[in-house]
């Protein structure tokens, strides 16, 4: 089975594969060279889901700040609603 890079995964796959990697190395039962590479993926992984939630936790603060000064807008409704 052949594993994505880190950084074409979505963060919610991202963080599934590292609960398993997480999983697995506390079981304890894994080579010692298996668990190096289990904790290397991990830090990719990790740093893969540390990227996403700052992207997405700017996205919140940029559009919470416009909101602050946005007017009420009338809503209409599509033709197709």
């Known amino acids: 089975m052949s594993r994505k890079k880190p950084e074409n995964l979505s963060f919610e796959e ?7 990697l997480v999983d697995r ?3 304890g039962d894994i080579s010692l060279e298996d668990s190096l590479k289990s904790f290397e993926r991990g830090i ?10 700052s992207k997405a936790e700017q996205k919140v603060s940029i559009l919470s700040n416009k909101s602050l000064d946005a007017e009420p807008e009338a809503f209409e409704a599509d033709a197709s609603d």
């Not at 991202?14 to 398993?20: G, H, I, N, R, V």
């Not at 990719?44 to 939630?53: D, S």
Request: hydrophobic share 40%.
């Open 25 to 27: 190395l506390e079981q």
């Open 14 to 20: 991202a963080l599934s594969e590292l609960e398993t």
């Open 44 to 53: 990719a992984l990790t740093r893969n889901c540390q990227q996403a939630l």
